[in-house]
């Protein structure tokens, strides 16, 4: 998201407010899905592991899943900000 507002002023030179929108809109929407994809993938890990034992747990449960996630997500984050650095 910094990188996306650093880079306006550059972008204000060159293109429309039409394009600017779409640039801008186009990027945090493959962010949006990408946090969807993460975020079902661990949804379905939870509910394969968890079918039997969710109703008696649910506390522990959303409580587990919403760690996986945050995990994950940081994760993914540092491998991309690591692939960007080598």
């Known amino acids: 998201m910094f990188r996306i507002v650093a880079g306006i002023p550059q972008w204000l030179l060159r293109l429309t407010p039409w394009q600017l ?5 186009y990027s945090l929407m493959l962010t949006l899905i990408e946090t969807l994809l993460v975020f079902l993938f ?3 890990v939870i509910a394969l592991v ?3 034992r969710l ?3 649910l506390v522990p449960a959303v409580t587990v899943f919403a760690g996986l996630t945050t995990a994950f997500m940081v994760a993914l984050l540092l491998i991309s900000l690591r692939d960007r650095h080598s």
């Open 50 to 52: 968890a079918r039997r």
């Open 55 to 57: 109703p008696a747990n």
């Open 21 to 25: 929108i779409g640039v801008v809109s």
């Open 42 to 44: 661990v949804l379905v």
